[in-house]
């Protein structure tokens, strides 16, 4: 098990950036692949983008791609999310989680969760 928690939320103005960040507790943080998620109100989580143990591989929503990066720094523990050109339907509660063994979209396959935090972007 790893305790994740995320910061970095806040309000923003549509174009604007934030940088969330994920700190994982314990000392094997780079056995895990992590991920990002959101979950906006009313609607299902869905999957953001996620990134390999040793950060070699990342992979990313068409809806982000090309506006979000994902990279992690095992020394610090910490995965991060930067998010430019930001949208309001980049609005939601973002999630960090981790797995042991998957690195894809299904967030049933993560085994470890963020308490999550709150992204508004307004128009």
């Known amino acids: 098990q790893v305790l994740l928690v995320e910061s970095g939320g806040g309000l923003v103005q549509a174009g604007g950036s934030l940088r969330l960040s994920c700190a994982a507790s314990g000392r094997t943080f780079s056995s895990y692949a992590m991920a990002w998620f959101r979950q906006a109100p009313g609607k299902e989580r869905e999957f953001v983008t996620s990134i390999t143990w040793s950060g070699g591989s990342t992979y990313y929503a068409d809806s982000v791609k090309g506006r979000f990066t994902i990279f992690r720094d095992n020394a610090k523990n910490t995965v991060y999310l930067q998010m430019n050109s930001l949208k309001p339907e980049d609005t939601a509660v973002y999630y960090c989680?981790?797995?042991?063994?998957?690195?894809?979209?299904?967030?049933?396959?993560?085994?470890?969760w963020g308490q999550g935090t709150q992204v508004t972007v307004s128009s």
């Open positions: 989680a981790a797995s042991l063994h998957y690195y894809g979209e299904y967030d049933g396959q993560y085994e470890n």
